[in-house]
């Protein structure tokens, strides 16, 4: 055992006090680094968005200029949106939050669901088409290792994950630097070669338009470019990720989210426009075997003319790579996005509490790792093909993107009375949604029978297991509301009288007590049934489990411990009022067990006639389904407790469903 902690410890790292102020300042991310670490997502889909639009337009590439236009127009319009999220929502939760405050819980529901979705398959394909654009450097005879490097990577990522997402952000931000550095410079030489062309570029395109709508019709060109502009729809993808995780953002949230959003659009717009730019002036057509990037960094690469030909091939093969480890770079949002959102519809009872869970790194250990899991399955299912998991990939991505903007749409119109700049705001959340609903139909149509319609229903799967997960919180919740009522008449008061005194060599019992009264009060009132006058000292143990939620800054930390405090002060004056010795103890912590067990053994050597209470809820219809929506600390504390010598009792509470 105490080498399976070295090793861990050496593999995952050392545990960070989530009570520390200087942890929080330590993990949290500057706009610096959540530009990389979350705004590679979309940074990356300049790899392949664009040249799906420039593809899409066929022989009529003059329609390019338009779509360079509209494109890093559209990167700002999206992008202006989501900064109204941020401001709105400055805990984080992105689509998912919005979704469920301004249009309704099922609608979160749907919206969640779609980007957890979103997220597994951000992760399959970012590391299907990294390892796609590596392997392409290599002899032929090495592709069939491509599957088996995707898995090393996938598991490479999650260990860094696991580590914490700072970690992982700077092993991964010399590939994002790296990245940007050279196709900045490559965009923006190919554009400045071509600078003279620029010039006559706009009238002969808008000439050019003419011709072609007189000759076959304006709604022939219309239908042209905006297909195009839909099936180049990928290159919008990832913007959404500031948004989802401003909780991870350092102080002030909504500064450092706008700087972030702005840093990340800039980059896009520039990169994604400034590519179809150069496939216009650089007159470049399909190759086999080669990406449109690919053939036209060459064409530059070759008029630059530095070193050999060897040489230049060399330098291609480092802008190909550096593209290639941005999107495995990009993989890495899905681990800091999925998990967050997960967490978020976890505090809403939508998936098991496990995941708002945090680890001894303050991670959310269980949504990474099951992140990981729907990965691996997804690139052993599809065998790492690209064209199918774009297709998968591309219709969740514009359903959250419409849905969020949707609710902004009714927020600003509600508050049309209240809010002397709503018109402003409306007309560009109504802007931002003609736009991702017209993508996400028209993706959708051409999408659906190519594979689209897998994306559908797995969707529809994870909505109805998560309805099912829901409707059993929900009934349980009911019970124990119930079973709080029966002592809701018992209000102790504070006596004037000196409470009784403790005695460490009399018979003691120790309550292990959460959140919910009514189990507390069922544990207290059957021991004093069962054993009256037995026990002289009562001692009341409460963990209050760190989590995503209350560890969302200094006032939910304040608010989880008022919580703790208040119910441990009902117990023990409840005890008082009765005559009976009582005290309590609390802590605070990522691992309740471990806390529990601390406490308890340190509470054990001081009172040595101690025994241990809890109680565990019963389901009638007992499963692993139920078992697994539950914890077991209550059963996993009594073996720790009997490994040790000790004992404690389980008082179960029936819960009829």
Not at 171 to 194: E, K, R
Not at 376 to 381: A, D, E, G, K, R
Not at 578 to 595: I, K, M, R, V
């Amino acid at each position: 055992m105490l080498e399976f902690e070295k090793i861990r410890k050496l593999v995952i790292g050392g545990s960070r006090d989530p009570l520390n102020p200087d942890t929080r300042r330590h993990i949290v991310l500057v706009a610096f680094f959540a530009w990389i670490g979350l705004g590679a997502d979309g940074l990356s889909s300049s790899c392949y968005g664009p040249e799906e639009a420039f593809l899409a337009l066929g022989h009529h590439t003059h329609l390019g200029l338009y779509l360079a236009l509209v494109t890093a127009v559209t990167v700002f319009i999206i992008s202006l949106a989501y900064n109204q999220v941020i401001e709105l929502f400055p805990s984080g939760g992105g689509g998912y939050k919005v979704a469920t405050q301004l249009i309704g819980p099922y609608a979160g529901l749907v919206s969640g669901s779609a980007l957890i979705v979103d997220y597994v398959l951000t992760i399959a394909i970012s590391i299907a088409s990294g390892i796609d654009a590596l392997f392409s450097l290599f002899p032929a005879g090495m592709q069939h290792f491509k599957l088996h490097s995707e898995i090393a990577m996938l598991f490479l990522l999650i260990l860094l994950n696991l580590r914490g997402m700072k970690e992982s952000i700077k092993v991964l931000l010399p590939v994002f630097a790296g990245f940007f550095l050279t196709h900045a410079f490559l965009i923006t030489y190919g554009i400045w070669i071509h600078a003279e062309r620029i010039r006559s570029l706009a009238p002969d395109t808008l000439s050019e338009t003419l011709t072609l709508g007189h000759q076959l019709g304006w709604i022939f060109v219309a239908s042209l470019f905006l297909r195009a502009y839909s099936l180049g729809g990928g290159t919008y993808t990832g913007i959404e990720a500031v948004s989802n995780n401003v909780n991870m953002l350092a102080e002030p949230r909504v500064r450092t989210g706008k700087w972030t959003m702005f840093y990340m659009a800039a980059s896009l717009s520039f990169t994604a426009g400034g590519i179809i730019l150069l496939y216009l002036l650089w007159h470049v057509r399909p190759e086999e075997g080669h990406t449109l990037n690919a053939v036209a960094f060459q064409e530059i690469l070759s008029h630059l003319g530095i070193g050999s030909p060897i040489l230049q091939h060399a330098e291609l093969a480092m802008v190909m790579a550096l593209e290639a480890g941005l999107l495995l770079v990009a993989a890495n949002t899905g681990f800091l996005g999925g998990p967050m959102v997960m967490a978020n519809m976890a505090a809403d009872s939508w998936v098991p509490r496990q995941f708002g869970q945090l680890s001894s790194r303050l991670v959310t250990q269980n949504g990474v790792l099951l992140m990981g899991a729907a990965s691996l399955f997804i690139l052993f299912w599809t065998k790492g093909e690209v064209s199918l998991l774009v297709v998968l990939y591309s219709i969740n991505v514009f359903l959250t993107f419409s849905m969020y903007i949707f609710g902004l749409c009714l927020h600003w119109w509600r508050n049309r009375r209240s809010n002397r700049k709503w018109l402003g705001h409306f007309l560009l959340s109504l802007m931002g949604l003609a736009v991702t609903s017209g993508i996400l139909v028209v993706t959708l149509a051409e999408k659906f029978m190519e594979g689209g319609w897998m994306t559908v229903l797995i969707t529809l799967l994870v909505i109805s297991f998560f309805l099912l997960i829901h409707r059993h919180y929900e009934e349980t919740r009911i019970q124990l509301r119930k079973v709080d009522e029966l002592y809701s008449g018992q209000k102790p008061k504070e006596l004037d009288t000196p409470a009784p005194e403790l005695d460490p060599d009399a018979p003691t019992a120790i309550f292990l007590v959460g959140k919910n009264r009514g189990l507390g009060m069922h544990a207290l009132l059957w021991v004093v049934r069962m054993f009256p006058g037995h026990f002289r000292n009562f001692i009341f143990v409460a963990v209050g489990e760190v989590d995503l939620q209350s560890y969302d800054g200094e006032g939910a930390l304040r608010t989880l411990k008022y919580k703790i405090e208040n119910t441990q002060r009902f117990y023990v004056n409840f005890c008082h009022q009765h005559g009976l010795a009582a005290t309590s103890y609390e802590a605070y912590g990522t691992d309740p067990l471990e806390e529990l067990f601390r406490i308890t053994e340190k509470i054990m050597k001081e009172y040595p006639l101690s025994i241990c209470f809890a109680s565990k809820l019963i389901f009638v219809h007992d499963n692993m389904f139920t078992r697994w929506l539950h914890n077991q600390t209550a059963i996993a504390m009594q073996r720790r407790l009997h490994l040790q010598g000790q004992q404690m009792v389980i008082l179960p509470m029936k819960i009829d469903m």
